[in-house]
């Protein structure tokens, strides 16, 4: 399986980790040997529930006897989707009351983008430095790493940045800003949260110059924070709020969500403003479903935050900085990259999974299902420290 991986499958690093996968339950993934990895990564926060969630599998199950693809997105009335949909709406504060549904989280920031352009009729979109939206064109235009952005350009033009935290910035936002639009907690830089009010202030300083405030939840967001939507953590509720990642319970999702003023702009001038032939497929719908109602009926959120102290007491070591974010969304910043390289890539060795983040080379990241039990994070836990004491050793 391995050879034709990397001779068939296009790859997006030089040296990918390579697992070849047999079944995954719960918290672990299981190899081609029967070898079992306790899962602290969730498919990068995407698989909330764990992996082959009863509810979920079954959702999809019974939606797959219906009816798969039907018809383009917003054409039929589909039961998973408008369920989805009006589950979304119901978990969301006024105005955030109308979802338009497509198949990734980047492709939600494109919608997102182009909503916000509408609405304003302005062309300004305003970014955070070290953001992470997604690699499509208008979601790669947002990041301010030219090294990633160089080899692509042409891209979006009229895209600024301002400093995440940093309120002298919000001198940059005016009458020509269509939207502004930031991580509520911020990803690929490091698990950064937005300090006391922050987002709030960002709100006011955008509806004072009639710009829109866009929200990407796409890591966040369903659950991981301790709130359904991590903006609830910080009293402030966007123009527009992103999700997608854990939204799916392990299935490709996005979606943006609005107010139905707004969403409606996408109807006309021009007709089809956005579209999408797989958005709201009825499988997915039926799994994001099954997902959201396990989450806000279940005690998952509020066991997220106690699950999150467990990590931190478990977690304190010497070569252990830090640790970023909220919730079951954590980053152990270490020492060094060097020291977070090799805790990372041993770590699979004994039979854990961990991963990077983007622009923070000394971050592990930690975000493991909701559903993780805490003997289970103790294990896991308890690894990554032997892992710190052998490295401390041959220091």
């Known amino acids: 399986m391995k050879a034709g991986f990397l001779k068939y499958q296009a790859q997006t690093s030089p040296y990918p980790l390579a697992l070849e996968i047999s079944h995954a339950k719960g918290s672990y993934i299981f190899d081609t040997n029967n070898k079992s990895y306790l899962d602290f990564v969730a498919g990068v926060s995407a698989c909330t529930l764990g992996h082959s969630h009863p509810k979920v599998v079954n959702a999809i199950k019974n939606q797959a006897d219906k009816y798969l693809h039907v018809m383009v997105y917003g054409e039929y009335a589909q039961q998973p989707a408008v369920e989805l949909c009006k589950f979304i709406a119901t978990h969301l504060p006024d105005p955030l009351e109308s979802t338009y549904l497509v198949n990734s989280g980047t492709e939600a920031i494109e919608g997102a983008l182009k909503l916000a352009r509408r609405v304003t009729g302005r062309s300004q979109i305003i970014a955070a430095h070290n953001a992470y939206h997604g690699n499509t064109m208008g ?37 020509k800003t269509a939207a502004v639009i930031v991580e509520t907690i911020q990803g690929g830089a490091g698990f950064i949260e937005p300090k006391v009010n922050y987002l709030a202030k960002l709100k006011a300083k955008c509806e004072a110059v009639g710009a829109l405030l866009i929200l990407d939840e796409i890591q966040p967001g369903i659950g991981r924070t301790g709130k359904l939507f991590g903006f609830q953590n910080y009293n402030v509720i966007p123009d527009i709020v992103v999700t997608g990642k854990g939204l799916g319970g392990g299935l490709p999702i996005g979606a943006f969500t609005a107010s139905k003023a707004h969403m409606d702009l996408l109807q006309d001038s021009p007709k089809l403003g956005h579209i999408t032939t797989f958005g709201g497929n009825p499988l997915i719908a039926a799994s994001a479903l099954a997902t959201l109602q396990e989450v806000v009926t279940s005690d998952l959120m509020a ?29 152990a910043i270490t020492t060094s990259a060097e020291v977070t390289n090799q805790v990372i890539l041993e770590s699979q060795n004994q039979g854990l999974i961990l991963f990077w983040l983007l622009f923070e080379p000394k971050a592990i990241r930690i975000t493991p299902p909701l559903t993780i039990s805490n003997e289970e994070i103790i294990k896991g836990c308890g690894i990554i420290i032997d892992l710190l004491n052998k490295i401390s050793d041959t220091k």
């Open 139 to 175: 979601s790669l235009s947002l990041m301010d790493f030219e090294e990633r952005k160089a080899p692509f350009r042409p891209l979006l033009p009229d895209i600024s940045h301002i400093t995440f935290n940093y309120e002298p910035h919000f001198k940059h936002i005016t009458s």
């Open 303 to 331: 066991e997220a935050l106690k699950k999150e102290q467990l990590i931190k007491k478990h977690l304190k070591h010497p070569l252990i900085t830090e640790i970023r974010g909220r919730g079951l969304m954590l980053a």
